[in-house]
């Protein structure tokens, strides 16, 4: 077995020098054969080691299982069929010994925290992507296969709560932790609309379903929350990459929503942040799906504005962003777009106030104050023209008796 180890040495060394990332290899009795120069002083925890291995043996797969918790980041691959690897783990945020323990879903005892915390800490700080950027490098290093990024993370497996259950059980016992390709019938339609570049048939989807409904009663932790929410983006971000978008667009608005993770408190923070990491990488795919009729310049201001919906946004913003003249976004508008340029920022900014009306319990001036209006009665004013009733007026002829809306 030294033999097989001599062999990967020399590229283990380099990919640590190229990355900084952390690895321990383990043979499938839990003996640590070799740990990187980082940790090589630090006992690595034979429970630790026994659990990790069993994740493996579950997911032996060629390509790594990059497994992701709010506090860390850890890629779990058998090198051949005596020894496996654990690549990390390394975090994208700084935190402090209680924040880890209190996030950290893997380990049991303090120890194990402990012995993954202190090594955390000699670590880079990574962002999901540029961690699967650098598995991907490690692959081409070590076992000379050129895999991709986004097929990493099209291979993450989450972690059950309960690690004694076997994934059978999980699947009739707990369906809210099992596959999205298994189970929820929402989620699989919000994953085709999103492949499909269907913006309509999602914001119908939200708006009528009962799925966080269901899930209310199902996910009543905010750590059980903010894992629903960190395996849902990173199925809406495969799914818009299998789409055909490319991972310079796809993976950095992971990495963005992945972010909001911790203002997850309930069930509407949860509804509310679904929905918008859906309708945007549904508007990637709409972006990436324009023909010889559309214009490329609309669709990029289309893109921008969902994104900044809470800014004021002006027509100068949109002509830097696309890097041209207001003259030009105006004349784009006039050509293939219904409405001006101007109007079309109100129309989305008014769109997503009346979201907000029926299916959160935000009040006016916050509304008002989230979507950027210089003042609640400006904002009342505008909203009066377009929707013919006051907010307040369409918030009760409209509201819905949803879970999500809170109290």
Do not use: W
Not at 354 to 359: K, N, P, V
């Amino acid at each position: 077995m030294q033999t097989t180890i001599t062999s990967y040495h020399s590229v283990l060394m380099l990919f640590h020098q190229a990355t900084g990332i952390p690895f321990c290899i383990f043979d499938s009795a839990a003996n640590v054969i070799f740990r990187d120069p980082v940790i090589e002083t630090m006992e690595c925890s034979r429970k630790s080691l026994s659990q990790y291995d069993k994740m493996i043996q579950m997911y032996a797969s060629s390509v790594p299982v990059v497994i992701t918790s709010v506090a860390c980041y850890f890629a779990l691959l058998p090198l051949d069929n005596k020894l496996n690897i654990i690549l990390g783990p390394v975090s994208s945020v700084p935190l402090t010994f209680h924040d880890f323990c209190l996030y950290n879903n893997f380990m049991e005892d303090t120890d194990d925290l402990l012995h993954l915390y202190l090594i955390m800490q000699r670590c880079p700080l990574f962002s999901l992507s540029r961690f699967t950027e650098n598995i991907s490098l490690f692959l081409k290093l070590v076992l000379k296969k050129d895999i991709r990024s986004s097929e990493i993370l099209a291979n993450q497996k989450e972690i059950y709560p309960d690690r004694n259950m076997k994934c059978r059980d999980v699947k009739e016992q707990m369906p809210e932790y099992y596959g999205i390709n298994e189970t929820i019938t929402f989620q699989k339609q919000i994953l085709y609309h999103i492949k499909n570049g269907n913006i309509a048939k999602i914001e119908k989807a939200f708006d009528t379903s009962d799925f966080f409904l269901h899930i209310n009663f199902g996910i009543s932790t905010i750590e059980e929350k903010q894992k629903f929410y960190m395996i849902y983006v990173s199925l809406c971000c495969v799914t818009a990459l299998e789409a055909g978008v490319s991972n310079a667009k796809a993976v950095p608005l992971l990495d963005s929503y992945l972010s909001k993770i911790s203002s997850i408190h309930s069930i509407s923070d949860l509804f509310i942040l679904c929905r918008k990491v859906s309708l945007n990488y549904c508007h990637l795919v709409c972006l990436m799906q324009h023909n010889a009729s559309s214009s490329i310049i609309v669709m990029e201001c289309l893109q921008y504005i969902q994104d900044h919906i809470q800014s004021r946004i002006t027509l100068n913003d949109l002509a830097t962003y696309c890097n041209t003249s207001v003259r030009t976004v105006s004349r784009e508008f006039k050509k293939y777009y219904p409405v001006s340029a101007s109007v079309c920022i109100m129309q989305q900014k008014l769109k997503e106030a009346a979201f907000l009306l029926t299916h959160t319990n935000m009040k006016l001036i916050e509304i008002s104050t989230y979507l950027g209006f210089s003042a609640q009665s400006h904002f009342t004013t505008i909203f009066k023209k377009q929707y013919h009733c006051t907010p307040q007026k369409f918030r009760i002829e409209h509201a819905l008796s949803h879970p999500h809306k809170q109290p």
